[in-house]
């Protein structure tokens, strides 16, 4: 069996619990070296973590003979750059949603997976976890009949961190960063799962505005789209909100009934029809990227095929960019 040896380019808040323990409980999977731009965060990483190695520079990760697979949890504005770098020294990367800040960086990421031939993946790991599983089966179940429209709502009040100067803004916060604001950075999550189900989104328009005024990246979004089955829906997303406003929900319309879920709280499955209304708690494992990344080992081992891909994950940035106005 092929033994990955992950090198982790960041090591901020997701690898803690999200992702990174995983790695090191899949069988046949360790981590050996991490790297930060700053050499306390890295040193503390790895110390807490029993890693042997750390790094300030990424391109010494890469080229550690050491490590044989790369995975990508900075910012959106390098994965790119750490992707291709990645894939040009033969090692497989695994990257954090959404793949890139933009759709033409998602293009130029494929186009040196092709041409190099090694394989980029990406963490959409809500189409992995049993809650959303259970969603797809109930759709695809015919339950709620023939699937006439879908209706994202998502309203949040604005954090602390989001009334800090410019200069203290979370990365989320900086477009030049993370490609907008929280809408490009927690929109993937809902916009992957539907294409996911539904297919790929051809069509997208929509609305954009600085509504709160605490920072200059858009906090309040409308948007129409289309997939390719010609299915239309619509999302409606606002992060300086009130309290009271707060909502995760996804609205699935049937022609014999009604299907609710969540992307972020798990909240249960709501199941309108003609017999009544059904509740269903579906948990999911402690660390939630757990099932994808073992489905990427066992793709990298030769034991199963991940269909979570680079290619897979470019419509999403797509459809964001669409509804941004980028193009």
Excluded at 37 to 65: F, G, M, V
Excluded at 125 to 131: S, V
Excluded at 254 to 259: A, E, F, H, I, S
């Amino acid at each position: 069996m092929k033994i990955l040896k992950w090198g982790f380019i960041g090591c901020g808040e997701v690898t803690e619990k999200k992702s990174g323990p995983a790695f090191s409980e899949i069988e046949g999977s360790m981590v050996v070296a991490v790297m930060s731009r700053s050499a306390e965060k890295a040193r503390s990483y790895a110390e807490r973590h029993n890693i042997k190695k750390w790094y300030t520079d990424a391109q010494e990760l890469i080229d550690d003979p050491d490590v044989n697979a790369i995975y990508i949890a900075t910012p959106p504005a390098s994965h790119a750059t750490f992707a291709i770098m990645a894939m040009k020294a033969g090692k497989p990367v695994y990257v954090e949603k959404p793949l890139a800040a933009s759709y033409d960086d998602c293009a130029r990421i494929n186009r040196v997976s092709e041409q190099t031939g090694v394989p980029c993946f990406v963490a959409y790991y809500r189409r992995y976890l049993p809650y959303f599983i259970k969603v797809k089966e109930i759709i695809e179940s015919g339950t709620i009949g023939k699937v006439i429209n879908v209706q994202i709502r998502f309203a949040v009040p604005p954090r602390d961190l989001d009334y800090q100067n410019s200069e203290k803004l979370p990365w989320r916060l900086r477009p030049d960063i993370s490609g907008g604001g929280y809408f490009y950075d927690l929109a993937p999550h809902q916009l992957d799962m539907l294409q996911y189900i539904f297919g790929v989104i051809t069509e997208a328009d929509g609305i954009c505005a600085n509504r709160g005024g605490l920072y200059e990246a858009e906090d309040t979004v409308s948007a129409c789209f289309r997939f390719e089955n010609g299915l239309p829906g619509s999302g409606s997303w606002c992060f300086v909100g009130y309290e009271s406003a707060r909502e995760d929900c996804i609205d699935v319309i049937g022609d014999k009934g009604q299907l609710s879920f969540s992307v972020f709280n798990y909240d249960p499955i709501v199941i309108h029809t003609a017999d009544g209304t059904q509740n269903i708690k579906v948990p999911n494992p402690p660390y939630v990227q757990y099932p994808l990344i073992k489905n990427v080992v066992e793709h990298l081992q030769g034991l199963a095929v991940c269909t979570c891909t680079g290619v897979s994950a470019t419509p999403v940035n797509w459809a964001m960019d669409r509804i941004l106005g980028k193009f």
